[in-house]
């Protein structure tokens, strides 16, 4: 079946460095652009960044540019989101997105909490 697989949220220091990863199984992952999002407690899911099906065409949340970097290894079925300079604004739980047209799939979450 289906699933994403989100890891390397924690507790980091403002201005700290976390890399998360997103491991993908149960479907052809090269096909799919991939996706970060976030949700904070009380507020919408947000877009944070996002990558082409082949690794071109990253977009980025204005507040997370210079800062977030997306990458995916297509061999490895994997996504990662490299935050440098965290603020404590970036503390939500981040999810993981594979989309393909009408297809979408969606990993269970990993905390990430920056302290001031």
Known sequence: QVQLVESGGGLVQSGGSLRLSCVASGFIFRDFAMRWYRQAPGKERELVASIGAFGSGTRYLDSVKDRFSISRDNNKNT??????????????????????????????????????
């Open 79 to 116: 996504v990662e989101l490299q935050m440098n300079s965290l603020k404590p604004e970036d503390t939500a739980v981040y999810f993981c997105n594979a989309l393909r047209v009408q297809e979408s799939y969606w990993g269970q979450g990993t905390q990430v909490t920056v302290s001031s």
